[in-house]
């Protein structure tokens, strides 16, 4: 049976049908994404076009006790009109007015979310440089406020609300407002927000993490070893007392929270100075507006040491060269691919997304809960250990269909972790 296409009519009502969902997404986020303690200052930074969530988000922000909430807008048109008239020397100092409030924001102990929406080629044309100093600029000279939430002192998290041009990208040759609608009933389903309950669902959702956690602690592999039929054959490092993470995180107070909404995968820091052999992204990746596609990195050492990308190069060099760290890894995380946003087939433009549909690295910072005692630790001394330090982390999305991934033990014995794109015993 053929199914008649979606009129703008079918997608208003729909819009009216979801309304109870967004909201209880929006509760989700509060609730479970940041935990939102009793008087806490909330602030969420939102592109202006998702005002409607904003407002939903904000309205249960207050219902769950917190004592202020400041909301920080962005606007992708104004953002593109920024860097086609101002020099790059402009994007290299934050405004100290900026760095006030961010980091007053997080002295005070502050939470954030991050609600992603934006056009993935807002900035198409634009000089890969220019983001790239602003986003250096921001992470290395808001030292509070990056450490707020490089360090989980801050509880954060980032999830999705739909935008115009973005629906267009993840839904072409659609209507703006049915394209909308549809990214809508995919960002419920991939958050895993879509049934009555999405805050009991995401405690279920948390346990299913700890059968893989316990299965790569237990073992503490020395490497991992990724191969693909891409090209991919590459050997990770691990550090002497990694630890792997994923689904809830904690502040050092063990305050719960969930970085990310939606999330599929387990994730460690590894040996930065231990990577050797090639690796080739399986998925378009999306920076700073920009797109990066069909790309390989090549690293000796740890280090990337030659690399390439039939689309967007610019953009990959300005990455890699954003600073000492940035051409070395900071993150390894595992995902299957029986997992709800890669079985719906959708290619959503959007890290937050397509990294939870694949296995990825991350160029850039570590993370110092996946080392232990790295909360006591400065970044210094974490690198001294292996973890690697940076004004950046970007992720990009390595995992195929075909891929194997071999664990490494200290002895040398070699362990089965995925074969064919998942988890060995699946």
Not at 121 to 143: H, M, T, V, W, Y
Not at 288 to 294: A, L, M, P, S, T
Not at 384 to 390: D, E, F
């Amino acid at each position: 049976m053929i199914r008649a296409a979606l009129t703008v009519e079918d997608a208003r009502a729909g819009m009216r049908n979801l309304a109870p969902k967004i909201e209880r997404y929006a509760r989700l986020i509060v609730r479970k994404g940041v935990n939102v303690k009793q008087g806490q200052e909330v602030v969420v930074q939102a592109p202006v076009e998702s005002n409607a969530f904003v407002h939903v988000l904000v309205r249960e922000a207050y219902a769950a006790g917190a004592g202020h909430v400041t909301v920080i807008w962005s606007d992708d048109a104004v953002t593109r009109l920024t860097y086609e008239n101002v020099a790059t020397a402009y994007f290299e100092k934050t405004p100290s007015w900026q760095v006030e409030q961010l980091d007053s924001l997080a002295r005070a102990g502050a939470c954030f979310i991050f609600v992603e929406g934006s056009d993935p080629e807002a900035l198409k044309g634009i000089d890969p440089a220019k983001p790239a100093a602003a986003s250096k600029a921001r992470n290395s000279q808001c030292k509070i406020y990056r450490r707020g939430l490089d360090f989980n002192i801050n509880p954060w998290c980032i999830a999705g609300a739909p935008v115009a041009a973005w629906a267009r990208h993840v839904f072409p040759d659609l209507e703006d407002e049915v394209a909308i609608y549809k990214l809508w009933c995919a960002i419920l389903s991939a958050a895993r927000a879509d049934g009555e309950d999405p805050e009991s669902d995401w405690e279920l959702h948390d346990a299913t993490f700890d059968k893989n956690l316990r299965f790569l602690n237990e073992h503490h592999f020395d490497a991992l070893h990724y191969t693909a039929d891409n090209g991919t054959d590459l050997t990770i490092g691990l550090t002497d007392r990694h630890i792997w993470a994923g689904g809830k995180g904690e502040t050092p107070e063990s305050h719960p929270f969930f970085p990310n909404i939606p999330t599929e995968e387990v994730f460690t820091s590894p040996d930065r100075m231990r990577a050797d052999g090639i690796v080739h992204s399986a998925l378009p990746l999306i920076h700073h507006g920009n797109k990066v596609d069909r790309f390989w990195l090549r690293f000796e050492a740890g280090k990337v040491v030659d690399y390439g990308a039939e689309q967007g190069l610019e953009t990959l060099r300005s990455i890699i060269e954003t600073d000492e760290g940035a051409c070395r890894l900071g993150e390894v995380a595992l995902i299957s691919k029986n997992t709800p946003i890669r079985e719906s087939d959708t290619l959503f433009f959007d890290t937050l997304y397509d990294e939870n549909a694949s296995c990825h690295l991350a160029l850039g910072i570590g993370f110092p809960e996946c080392y232990e005692g790295g909360y006591d630790m400065d970044a210094e001394t974490l690198a001294a250990h292996g973890v690697n330090t940076s004004a950046t982390h970007v992720d990009f999305m390595i995992g195929t269909d075909d891929m194997d991934i071999t664990g490494i033990m200290a002895d040398g014995t070699e362990v089965p972790v995925f074969v064919n794109g998942q988890w060995s015993w699946e």
